[in-house]
C-alpha cells in the first residue's frame, strides 16, 4: 500500500477528438519537465495517470502548476479487491471532520468481481457507516466524496487539490508580448501562456531615462512566467532614440500614441524574423488615456498580425488579483520608471484620428528606426 498523486487533465483536452493524443502526450512530456532532477515514477493504469515519489509534497506543488492540469489527488493504492478498498476508505474518512459522506466508484477493469460501480459505492458506504461513527451519507450535498477507481489496482482517495488548469503548454501558437514592468502586462503573458500559446517577451528600454533596475525588474517578470513555462526568451529593444524623434518633431499631444506604433511595429518585427504568429499587450479597455477604443485601433493599424489583448474586459481590481495569485506582484510594484511614465504629455489624445496619426509620424524615418533599434537589442534566453 503506498501513496500516489492522480493527476486529472483539464476536461477540455477530452474534447480535442483526434487531437487529443497530442495534448496528452504534451501535457506528459510538460509534467516531466516540471519533475526533472527529481526521482519519481509515472505510472499509467486504464488511461489514468498517478506519480509516485519519496517526495511527494514537492512532486504535487510542482504539477500543480502545470497548464492543463486540473487538479492533483493524493490516493493510496490497494490491492483490487472489495475488502482492500473497503478498509482503505474506513482509514480515509475516520479521523476527519466531516458528518456527512458519499461513496463515488469508478470502474475500468471490468474483470473486478462481480459488482458493478453503484454496488461497491453502496457496499463500501454501508462499511464506513458500520465503523466510523456520527457519519451520515448524504448523496446530493455530501461534505466529503469518498473515491473510488478500480483499474488493474484500486485507488481510494477524499481529498482533491484544485490544479492551474488551462491548456499543454505549446500546444496554442506563439506570441510576442509586451512586457513592461507593470502590472499588467505579466498577468496578459500568463493568460495567454495558461491557453497553451508559447510566449516571448519584447521590452523596450529608454536608457538611460529608465534604469538598469527597470530593466532587471522586466528580466525577474520574465523569470517568474519561466516558472509556468519551462524557459522563455526576452529581447530587450532600445526606444530612447525612436522616443526622442518623436518628442522632437511631433506634436506633446500625440506622443504616447506615435509611441505606441512603434512598439507594435517592432513587436510585429521581431515576431516575423522569430516565427511568432501573434502580438499580446496587458492593455484593458479604458484604463488609461492610450488605452481608449480608438487608440487600440490606431495602434493596431500597423500590426501585421493578430493583437491580443487578454486583459481587455478586466478591471484593475482583478487584474491586481491574477497578479498576487501567481506572484508577480510583489516585482511589478517595485516603483522604477517605465518608458511610457518619463515622457507622458500634459493632455494626451483621448479619441486619435487615424489619418491624423499616419500624417503626424509622416516625418519620422520610421523604417530606420525600427531596424536600427532591432538591431542594438540584447537577447536573453532565461
Ligand atoms: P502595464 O502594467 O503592463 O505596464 P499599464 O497599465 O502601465 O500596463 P501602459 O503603460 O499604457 O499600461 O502599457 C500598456 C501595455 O503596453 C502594457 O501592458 C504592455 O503590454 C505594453 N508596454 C508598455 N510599456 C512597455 C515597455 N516599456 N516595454 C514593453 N511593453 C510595454
Ligand atoms: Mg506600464
Not at 483499474?151 to 503548454?169: C, D, F, M, N, T
Not at 513592461?180 to 495567454?192: C, E, L, N, Q, R
Not at 538611460?208 to 524557459?231: F, M
Not at 504616447?256 to 524574423?273: N, P, Y
Request: charged share 30%; aromatic share 8%.
Amino acid at each position: 500500500m503506498r501513496k500516489l498523486i492522480l493527476v486529472k487533465c483539464a476536461s477540455e483536452i477530452f474534447l480535442k477528438g483526434l487531437n487529443r493524443n497530442k495534448f496528452e502526450k504534451k501535457l506528459k512530456d510538460n509534467i516531466k519537465k516540471v519533475l526533472e532532477g527529481m526521482e519519481y515514477e509515472f505510472i499509467t493504469d486504464s488511461g489514468r495517470w498517478f506519480l509516485y515519489s519519496e517526495n511527494l509534497e514537492e512532486v504535487l506543488d510542482r504539477v500543480k502548476i502545470v497548464f492543463g492540469v486540473a487538479e492533483v489527488c493524493i490516493v493510496t493504492e490497494v490491492e483490487p479487491n472489495i475488502d482492500a478498498i473497503k478498509t482503505q476508505a474506513v482509514e480515509e474518512i475516520k479521523n476527519s471532520e466531516f458528518n456527512t459522506f458519499k461513496v463515488e466508484t469508478n470502474r475500468a477493469n471490468k474483470q473486478f468481481s462481480e459488482m458493478n460501480s453503484l454496488e461497491v459505492s453502496r457496499s463500501v458506504g454501508a462499511h464506513i457507516l458500520k465503523n466510523v461513527e456520527g457519519l451520515k451519507v448524504d448523496v446530493h450535498k455530501p461534505q466529503c466524496i469518498v473515491n473510488v477507481e478500480i483499474r488493474e489496482k484500486a485507488y481510494v482517495y477524499s481529498k482533491r487539490i484544485k490544479a492551474v488548469g488551462g491548456l499543454p503548454y505549446g500546444m496554442n501558437g506563439s506570441t510576442m508580448l509586451m512586457l513592461s514592468g507593470g502590472i499588467d502586462s505579466p498577468v496578459a503573458g500568463y493568460m495567454m501562456a495558461r491557453r497553451g500559446v508559447e510566449v516571448s517577451c519584447v521590452y523596450y528600454h529608454s536608457h538611460p531615462y529608465t534604469s538598469e533596475r527597470a530593466k532587471e525588474k522586466v528580466k525577474d517578470l520574465a523569470r517568474i512566467l519561466k516558472g509556468y513555462t519551462g524557459s522563455i526568451k526576452l529581447y530587450v529593444v532600445p526606444f530612447t532614440d525612436i522616443q526622442m524623434q518623436i518628442i522632437e518633431k511631433c506634436r506633446e499631444d500625440e506622443l504616447t500614441i506615435i509611441m505606441r506604433r512603434f512598439m507594435m511595429r517592432i513587436a510585429c518585427s521581431l515576431a516575423s524574423k522569430y516565427g511568432i504568429q501573434s502580438v499580446s499587450t496587458g492593455e484593458s479597455i479604458g484604463q488609461v488615456a492610450s488605452q481608449t477604443m480608438e487608440g487600440l485601433v490606431v495602434s493596431d493599424d500597423v500590426s501585421d498580425r493578430p493583437v491580443f489583448r487578454p486583459l481587455v474586459a478586466m478591471d484593475k481590481v482583478d487584474i491586481m488579483d491574477v497578479s498576487r495569485q501567481i506572484g508577480t506582484y510583489e516585482t511589478s510594484i517595485l516603483p522604477y520608471e517605465d518608458c511610457c511614465t518619463i515622457f507622458v504629455p500634459k493632455h494626451p489624445k483621448t479619441k486619435p484620428i487615424l489619418e491624423q496619426m499616419r500624417k503626424a509620424e509622416g516625418v519620422l524615418e520610421i523604417d530606420n528606426l525600427v531596424e536600427e533599434a532591432i538591431n542594438n537589442m540584447e537577447i536573453y534566453d532565461l
